[in-house]
């Protein structure tokens, strides 16, 4: 017999009572926490889903929280003082705790259903006419609100649509998420292609889920993103910038960009020289090399608990094109200087209709290039002004990944790295030893004799 009290939807779900997974409410952020009550006490339901939940039943720390809930946008902003409303094309709320912020977003329904308007919806007055699709069937706005059944259906891979309620601390599984966790298994919810279809973006995420977690792609699930790669060049940079930070920034670097390398979807994140460079490799040669580290010391910092900007990324990834500009289309009228910020301008321009990387960054990957020259010219003047820059350590960084990617620098990373962890005297010993600034030599005008 149905029960009366259970909201809807719920009944089609299979329920893991608290005993039978390995979920505990210790390792889930208090501010997710007090989310979950606060929705509660007010009458909604509040379920964690998504990566918090996956990546807790895998013992693994999740990278943020994220919350559904049957509460709409509107009266998330009410209940919550702390949340602002983002996106127009897919609605979410933000609830900002300090450095945390908890995502919340209202079940989704399904909306190829002809404007049909779900009785609860239509019971809290929302009218269903918030969705579109393109005609390639692409969604172009999705704020149809349903049931926690049909919003879990709506969620990309089985994995990634467990919810745990703190109700009775158990979980709900729609699908095969369960199963799938255990045989270690990134399986699309549905019918792949229609689903790549409707957010190409996803093709992306069973690379980025596949490195992370070390998991498989299901067959059905691999086998269209090479003929549907294509459908990524409808997605704005914006968004590929995003994908391309997360992609970058799993933790699993390496992997992840070993997939982007097999797979087409990698093709729609970088520019054709880029590109060029990437499938020319037999992985060995110093763009490789360079890359390779770049991405290594990426996941190791992130391992560290440090952080990682998408300014040194981008350094590396393009550091190869910038150089490759430079060889091939030097401009005889320009001096070395210009010609360097020419070839860095012109990198850096052609990745942006790929992904539109904020200014902020590029800005920070043009010093990091820029402090090249500065670091490898030994003289005094050279050497004072460049510890004292800003983005001294990135480009030190920087300089390191090149030497050790086979560029010959004559030993001045090794040098750098004494000055840095000298003391005063030892600084002043090393300086004393470079020769001091050459002045530029004028150009004599040839005197008749
Ligand atoms: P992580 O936060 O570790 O990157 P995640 O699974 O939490 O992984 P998010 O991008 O935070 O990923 O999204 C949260 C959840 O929202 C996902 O687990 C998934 O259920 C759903 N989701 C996100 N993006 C999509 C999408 N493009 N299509 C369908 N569902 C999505
Ligand atoms: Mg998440």
């Not at 919810?189 to 279809?197: E, L, N, Q, T, W």
């Not at 054709?272 to 490789?288: H, N, V, W």
């Amino acid at each position: 017999m149905p029960n009366k009290d259970l909201p809807p939807g719920l009944e089609k779900a299979t329920i893991i009572p608290r005993d039978e997974h390995t979920v505990s409410r210790r390792y889930i952020s208090e501010n997710a926490l007090n989310v979950l009550r606060k929705l509660e006490s007010a009458g909604f339901q509040g379920y964690l889903v998504g990566g918090g939940v996956r990546d807790l039943l895998l013992d693994k720390r999740p990278k943020d929280f994220d919350i559904a809930t049957d509460a709409t946008p509107e009266e998330l902003r009410k209940l919550f003082r702390n949340s602002r409303i983002i996106g127009r094309r897919f609605k979410i709320v933000h609830l900002r705790y300090g450095r945390e912020i908890i995502e919340v977003t209202t079940f989704r329904a399904p909306h190829d259903v002809n404007v049909e308007i779900d009785e609860s919806a239509s019971r809290r007055g929302i009218r269903n006419l918030d969705s579109a699709h393109s005609t390639a069937g692409m969604i172009l706005r999705d704020n149809v609100y349903g049931n926690v059944d049909e919003d879990a259906l709506r969620r990309d891979f089985t994995v990634n649509a467990l919810y745990y309620t703190t109700k009775d601390f158990s979980i709900l599984d729609f699908s095969t998420g369960m199963q799938d966790l255990k045989e270690r298994k990134i399986r699309m919810i549905g019918d792949p292609v229609a689903r790549y279809k409707e957010d190409p973006v996803r093709m992306l995420r069973a690379l980025r889920f596949s490195a992370k977690l070390d998991f498989d792609i299901e067959e059905s699930t691999l086998k269209p993103i090479d003929e549907l790669a294509y459908l990524l060049e409808s997605i704005s940079p914006a968004r590929l910038f995003d994908e391309t930070i997360k992609l970058l920034a799993s933790g699993q670097a390496e992997a992840t960009f070993a997939l982007l390398r097999k797979y087409q979807p990698g093709n729609y994140l970088f520019a054709p020289t880029l590109r060029a460079l990437l499938t020319s490799f037999r992985g060995r040669d110093q763009a490789a090399e360079l890359l390779q580290l770049a991405l290594r010391n990426t996941d190791n910092r992130l391992a560290e608990g440090k952080s990682v900007t998408p300014a040194f990324l981008y350094a590396a990834l393009l550091w190869p094109v910038l150089r490759l500009k430079l060889e091939l289309h030097p401009v005889p009228k320009l001096s070395p200087l210009q010609q360097f910020n020419a070839a860095a301008n012109s990198a850096i321009a052609e990745q942006l209709t790929y992904t539109s990387i904020p200014k902020r960054f590029t800005q920070v990957t043009k010093e990091i290039w820029e402090l090249q020259s500065r670091l490898e010219t030994r003289n005094r003047r050279a050497a004072e002004g460049v510890f004292e820059h800003p983005r001294f350590r990135a480009a030190y960084d920087f300089l390191l990944l090149r030497e050790e990617g086979g560029e010959n620098l004559g030993g001045v990373g090794a040098w750098w790295t004494e000055f840095q962890e000298g003391d005063e005297e030892l600084r002043e010993q090393l300086l004393q030893h470079l020769p001091r600034e050459q002045k530029p030599r004028r150009r004599s005008r040839r005197r008749k004799s």
